[in-house]
């Protein structure tokens, strides 16, 4: 048994990529820092290098250490992390991938490489020896509970249950079958075998629980053993720090004398006062906090990573502590919390929905019975219940940290995740289990039926290697060690940034050639992805079929590759019939030959349509920026579309008589797309599946792609073009009334143009009058989604706050949004395209619609005007003019001025513009002038209620021949030309006076 798990853990260990495990890249740098350093980190800024993992007990990190440290870990092969460059990020990824799995990874492991499995295999070695150690204590608990070793009364026993107690006394089988249990348990073998803390903390469990088990049976008593082996435990994982209680349970029951408490709290306090001593020395917090908080603050938050226990410290604190500024929850129904802990128990569900979930189902129906098994033993033998009790509370210890975590953390699915039970409980839940099962049954539970039950676990964890076998991608085809180039021929190909191919390989397959190029990184990053393309070329130079596809298949762009990376960029060209054909490359901008083909397919004919993947016949799904080779029988069309789940035709990207290329946009709808002449419009039987993005686009304009994008409903459409890079579609602000030292909460919607092969950033600036900056912010889009990471035509929506300078003054500013790069270490802005002719301009923001600060402008407001005359005219129940004086009244001079006085009657959306016309008694204007309330100054959408304005117009009128005139006034929205109602007036307009010019 224990040979069969060594065999299915090692091979968990060699399927599951480096990094997979959760935070198993933190464990591996804080062994690392302390097996480069020798010691532990002594300042914040070194907690930073030994990563987030470096406040936690360090016990295993310290063995890590040890047994790795004799590795070489400088130079290459080198640990690719994501977040170590942005341009790694464009490398696609399932989840939150941290590192990048490259060909680095492969046998023989070298450098950082070897760590990385030397690290697993002592996480192996940790948990076989738990294993060793539940047979043991497994052993011990069923020779206790022997019914024949209770002294109970078995005369009302039938024969055959009196024949299952005498087969009970066989322990050792029921203790092999408990190993087993445990042995092959998916989610043990997967997380015992990774590289962190957890098979340790369980080894070390376990051993403490074997001691305090052999003293409830009597068979030991409480030893300076046991407060040592519960201090190391606390010292690898604080969630074992529950694990005393159970050293005080035992202490009341067996009533040790003196000598032998005091061993207890000696060994226990030995063991972790190093460990909290070196946490209060080194990073105590007294200046801050004073004596008593500051002494806590590194024993209860550690370094602050964690932001639950970041709030919880907060409130612990009275408010000295500020709590985090965000914790962004996420939400779950309850059943999804319940179902999400039996999932992470039995399995690993690296896909959701899990395939796997019968097991899950079927292994938490027999927990259920082994449950009924349980209560059903506790009532017949009262003798009983000190053992499970004792195995039952060691079940429920992580529980109160669970609930910790789940009412606290970011995300509760984390909180509530089975492994924690397993890996401080595992061996005494499988001993309850094993033994409820058989008490279900009176004790005639047979080796047959758990034999059934450990091939059922034998299943699962087979199943489980499969599918993350079949799950986890391939690694990519790069290497950070010049791969043995003596089987491939030279060729002097330079692109964009110094990339250098440095040969090529033909190999010929049954039914396609494999065209592989090996390229060397360059000096500076690509600006763009190239694409390969490949020929195959007939006698009577006829294009026979294409390769065409960007470089490894987009999997590893050119943009990512860096300086010291070795590509295997792989092309495959589908052989059509008997014939020897030439073949030509595309490589950047540039023509090559590659020769011929040295023999003929002997089974190449083309009798139906074909889908190839790879080189490969399949019917896999296909992903964004994948290429699509179709091969036909030969036709007297040569023009083919995909014709996608929604009913809009995607043409070709190439094609030929009897062949098509297609290349998956990014905005291709998922689903199973048709293939179909253009011509004829005929469906062709090859049903191919697009797989799913992450990504948001606009829905296609009805009749096509070629009409465009709608664009989404925005609070402002804008349509700003920054170069032919990026769109601004337009934005939302949550509310453009706020206070000084507060902020200003914003939505822009972009859109991506094209690839780009910068990482633009944002920039906001909130400005006053005089152009001075009272707030500003630069970022990427959502904080980290850069722009090199967009597709074309993919909508970004992002949120986000600008802060205002206390000091700013109350009044309307403007928000200027645009992008900047980085050129030479100088920021450059990107201009906006004249959106009439495309035609770069000299500005390089837009200016969003003004905000208020604090309160109106100075001099704009009144408190008790006194209009002359004084009247209360309404403009659509929207804005009212409470009156107005003539400051230069018609006619004696060619200048007039009014003042004019208004409120504002509900809260309003539009910046509307003042209008005052001049008409005689034909309507004919004569003079006129229009102007936004107080020049602009003052916006009608930042009124308030409660304000009144005043507001001057100004108009100059030439010499007006004798007759009668009136003077109008409206209010319109000058973007949609709409006047505001006015009652009585089929124009909309007002009256403001009439006169005559006398001759």
């Known amino acids: ?170 322990s ?72 005393p209680l159970e050293l005080i349970i035992m202490a009341w029951l067996t009533r040790p004398n003196r000598r032998q408490i005091l061993q207890l709290i000696i060994a226990f306090m030995l ?36 932001r639950t226990i970041d709030e919880l410290f907060a409130m612990l604190s009275g408010g ?67 053992i499970l009790g004792m195995l039952l509370f060691h079940c429920l210890l992580p529980i109160p940290f669970m609930l910790i975590r789940l009412f606290g953390a970011r995300d509760a699915l984390e909180s509530m995740q089975g492994r924690h039970v397993l890996f401080l409980a595992g061996p005494a839940f499988a001993i309850l289990f094993v033994f409820g099962l058989t008490t279900l049954f009176k004790f005639q539970i047979s080796n047959f039926k758990f034999s ?46 110094g990339a250098t191919l440095l040969g090529y390989n033909i190999t010929e397959q049954a039914e396609a050639l494999k065209v592989t190029f090996i390229w060397q990184g360059g000096a500076v990053f690509a600006k763009q992805d190239y694409m390969t393309e490949l020929q195959l070329i007939d006698k009577q130079n006829v294009v026979r079929a294409q390769w065409l596809g960007y470089q490894t298949q987009a999997r590893y762009p050119t943009r990512a590759w860096e300086s010291g990376d070795y590509i295997r960029d792989e092309a495959w060209l589908p052989l059509p019939n008997k014939e020897i054909y030439q073949i030509k490359a595309r490589l950047g901008e540039q023509w090559v030959d590659l020769g011929q083909t040295s023999q003929v397919c002997q089974t190449c004919e083309v009798s139906q349509p074909m889908t190839w993947q790879n080189g490969h016949k399949v019917t896999q799904p296909f992903h964004e920026r994948e290429t699509i080779q179709i091969t036909l029988s030969p036709s007297s069309t040569d023009l083919y579309q995909l014709l996608d789940p929604l009913g809009q035709p995607h043409p070709s990207t190439a094609h030929g008589t009897d062949w098509a290329t297609f290349i998956v946009e990014p905005d291709w709808p998922v689903g199973d797309y048709q293939l179909i002449e253009t011509n004829t419009a005929n469906l062709i039987d090859t049903p191919i599946e697009i797989a799913p993005n992450n990504r948001t686009f606009l829905p296609p304009v009805s009749g096509g792609n070629e009409g465009g994008l709608i664009t989404p409903t925005v609070q402002f459409p804008v349509q700003a073009n920054f170069a032919g890079q990026v769109k601004l579609l337009g934005y939302d602000i949550l509310s453009r009334k706020t206070q000084a030292g507060e902020g200003v909460s914003l939505t822009l919607y972009w859109q991506g143009l094209q690839y780009m092969g910068e990482d633009f950033v944002i920039f906001a600036r909130l400005l006053d009058n005089q152009q001075v900056v009272w707030g500003q912010r630069d970022r990427l889009p959502l904080e980290n989604y850069s722009t090199l990471l967009w597709s074309p035509r993919e909508i970004i929506k992002d949120s986000f706050a600008i802060p205002i300078d206390p000091a700013a003054l109350p009044g309307v500013y403007r928000l200027h949004i645009g992008l900047y790069h980085t050129v030479n270490e100088q920021a450059e802005s990107l201009y906006l395209l004249d959106s009439a002719t495309q035609q770069p301009t000299d500005t390089t923001f837009v200016a969003l619609a003004p905000i208020k600060i604090g309160g109106s402008p100075a001099g704009v407001t009144l408190i008790k005007p006194q209009p002359q005359p004084n009247i209360k005219q309404s403009f659509g129940d929207q804005i009212q003019l409470l009156g107005y004086d003539w400051l230069k009244p018609p006619p004696q001079s060619g200048s007039w001025t009014i003042r004019f006085y208004w409120q504002a009657m509900t809260e309003l959306t539009t910046d509307y513009t003042l209008f005052m016309h001049v008409r005689d008694q034909n309507g004919q204007i004569v003079a006129q002038h229009d102007q936004p309330p107080t020049q602009g100054q003052y916006p009608t959408s930042l009124w308030d209620t409660t304000e009144i304005i005043q507001d001057e117009l100004n108009l100059t009128v030439d010499k007006l021949p004798p007759g009668p005139y009136e003077i109008v006034i409206g209010l319109y929205d000058p973007m949609s030309q709409m006047r505001l109602p006015v009652t009585n007036s089929s124009d909309n307009t007002f009256t403001l006076q009439s006169f005559e010019v006398k001759p």
């Not at 959760?22 to 690392?32: G, K, N």
């Not at 029921?174 to 075998?193: D, E, K, S, V």
């Not at 990519?476 to 030279?490: A, G, R, S």
Request: with cysteine; net charge negative.
């Open 1 to 170: 048994m224990l040979i069969l798990y060594l065999i299915l853990t090692i091979s968990y260990s060699i399927i599951v990529p480096i990094g997979r495990g959760a935070d198993e890249w933190a464990h591996y740098w804080y062994a690392q820092f302390i097996a480069e350093h020798g010691r532990l980190p002594l300042t914040a800024a070194e907690r930073e290098v030994a990563g987030y993992k470096s406040d936690w007990p360090p016990l295993y990190h310290l063995c890590a250490a040890a047994v790795t440290a004799w590795i070489e870990t400088d130079g290459p092969p080198t640990i690719k992390y994501r977040a170590d460059h942005v341009r790694r990020q464009l490398i696609p990824a399932t989840g939150s991938e941290a590192i990048l799995h490259t060909e680095d990874e492969l046998f023989p492991w070298r450098q950082e490489i070897l760590v990385w499995h030397i690290g697993r295999f002592l996480s192996i070695t940790f948990s076989f020896l738990t294993l060793i150690v539940t047979y043991l204590m497994a052993r011990e608990v069923f020779a206790h509970l022997s019914p024949s070793d209770s002294g109970g009364d078995f005369s009302s026993l039938s024969p055959w249950e009196r024949a299952g107690v005498r087969g009970f006394h066989r």
């Open 271 to 306: 063991t972790i006062t190093p460990w909290f001593a070196y946490l209060v020395i080194t990073f105590n917090e007294i200046a801050t906090y004073g004596p008593v908080l500051g002494t806590l603050a590194p024993l209860i938050r550690g370094d602050g990573s964690d």
């Open 172 to 243: 050792q089988n029921l203790a092999t079958i408990t190993t087993a249990c445990l042995a092959f348990n998916p989610r043990f073998l997967f997380t015992g075998m990774l590289f962190n803390y957890d098979s340790l903390t369980l080894l070390l469990s376990s051993l403490f629980f074997l001691q305090i088990i052999r003293v409830a049976t009597g068979r030991n008593q409480l030893t300076w053993l046991t407060g040592f082996l519960a201090g190391l435990a606390l010292m690898t994982k604080y969630l074992t720090a529950l694990l």
């Open 452 to 497: 059934l039950t450990l091939a059922l676990l034998l299943v699962g964890s087979l199943s489980q290697l499969i599918l993350m076998q079949s799950t986890y991608e391939p690694l990519l085809p790069v290497t950070t060690i010049k791969p043995d180039l003596t089987e491939f021929q030279p060729l002097n190909i330079t692109l964009d940034g």
């Open 320 to 386: 000295e502590s500020p709590p985090p500024a965000h914790i962004e929850k996420k939400s779950y129904t309850f059943s999804e919390i319940a179902t999400e802990f039996p999932l992470t128990f039995w399995t690993i569900p690296t896909t959701r929905p899990y395939p796997l979930t019968w097991f899950v189902i079927v292994m938490s129906l027999l927990t259920l019975l082994a449950v009924m098994g349980l209560i059903q033993q506790a009532k017949q033998f009262s003798q009983y219940r000190l």
